[in-house]
């Protein structure tokens, strides 16, 4: 394939990616990430397969700073191909608090993909666990402390979750839609269900890489994101990674806020990312804006995908794919 062409077919994905997106109308309210396309494997079990080598990941998330109970989000997961090339294992654990009410999550996954093409592959992926509702009136000052439904002073359940997702990718894109829990309405509590939204869920995720020269690479990526009876959610960056090093680049999340991204890649097998979200909408005069911290760990010689072993720099000599994975 041709530069030109191969140049046009990447813009075509690109375009139509974001056309898919136009698709959805309504939103969640799922934890929230700026660096969502780090992340994957925390809303996509499809995804978990789909790494060369075995990673985990750590996230920590400070939402709305200086507002009292604003969300604090830490995230814990895995992602382990299996050594025939195919199967893949993830684990997640998510500590979610806002206000009074802490969430946390937790789920095994699994994903078994296969071959399009030679360097095109589609993921199949399932995840199975639960959540861990705990509601405490004692942390905070109400307006109408003699609500009764304040009385219970604190709420505990449990309740389970089965999610699916699809992942299609090469080399340098990727398109995924996942649903991270199909057993909606199993709360069956009128004073649980005020505050917790139990309700399906529809993510949509994609991305392109352009190889702008032999030490820059330039990714555009979406996040879309549908929840029941609510506005959409819509999440656009736009990252270049210099020298497969150093990564900066700036996000938007419709009505909501712009992003600032940085990131280094301090090993081979080590990376940390940092986002600053400033909110566009009328809360930005009340908080000093949102910030988030990743750490991917990859372990291992990516043996894992049989791909092949050499391709064609821009100059049109062989060179290695060694370089971090742009997602």
């Keep these: 394939m041709g530069r030109m062409a191969e ?3 990447k813009r075509i994905i690109l375009f139509s990616l974001i056309g898919l997106c136009t698709l959805f109308s309504y939103s ?19 995804y978990v397969g789909s790494v060369d080598r075995a990673e985990i990941t750590a996230l920590y998330r400070a939402q709305w700073i200086d507002i009292d109970g604003a969300p604090r989000t830490l995230r814990f997961g895995s992602n382990i191909p299996m050594s025939n090339g195919k199967n893949g294992l993830g684990f997640n654990v998510v500590s979610d608090q806002f206000g009074p009410t802490s969430q946390t999550f937790f789920d095994v996954a699994y994903s078994f993909q296969v071959n399009l093409s030679s360097d095109t592959y589609l993921s199949f992926g399932v995840d199975a666990g639960g959540g861990i509702l705990d509601i405490d009136f004692t942390k905070g000052n109400f307006e109408n402390p003699n609500e009764p439904l ?20 090469a080399e340098d894109w990727y ?8 057993l909606t309405g199993v709360t069956k509590d009128e004073e649980v ?22 030490n820059l690479k330039f990714k555009p990526a ?6 029941q009876g609510l506005p959409f959610r819509f999440d656009f960056s736009a990252n270049f990674l210099f020298s497969d090093i150093v990564t900066a680049g700036v996000g938007y999340r419709i009505d909501n806020a712009v992003s600032g991204l940085a990131g280094f890649q301090i090993s081979k097998g080590v990376f940390l990312g940092y986002s600053y979200d400033y909110n566009t909408n009328s809360l930005g005069q009340y908080n000093q804006g949102s910030h988030e911290v990743i750490m991917k760990f ?7 995908r049989k791909r092949p072993e050499k391709s064609k720099s821009r100059k049109g000599k062989p060179k290695q794919i060694d370089s971090p994975r742009f997602f």
């Design 193 to 214: 269900e005020a505050f917790f939204n139990d309700r399906v869920q529809v993510n949509m995720i994609g991305g392109v890489v352009f190889e702008l020269g032999d």
């Design 298 to 304: 990859n372990l291992g010689d990516g043996g894992n």
């Design 28 to 46: 969640q309210l799922e934890p929230q990430y700026t660096q969502y396309m780090y992340n994957i494997g925390s809303f996509n079990p499809a």
């Design 150 to 169: 304040l009385n219970t002073t604190v709420f505990n359940k449990f309740y389970p979750t089965v999610g699916a997702g699809l992942f299609l990718y």
């Design 7 to 9: 140049m046009t077919y």
């Design 175 to 182: 398109l995924g839609a996942s649903v991270p829990n199909f």
């Design 222 to 227: 979406f996040l879309a994101s549908y929840f």
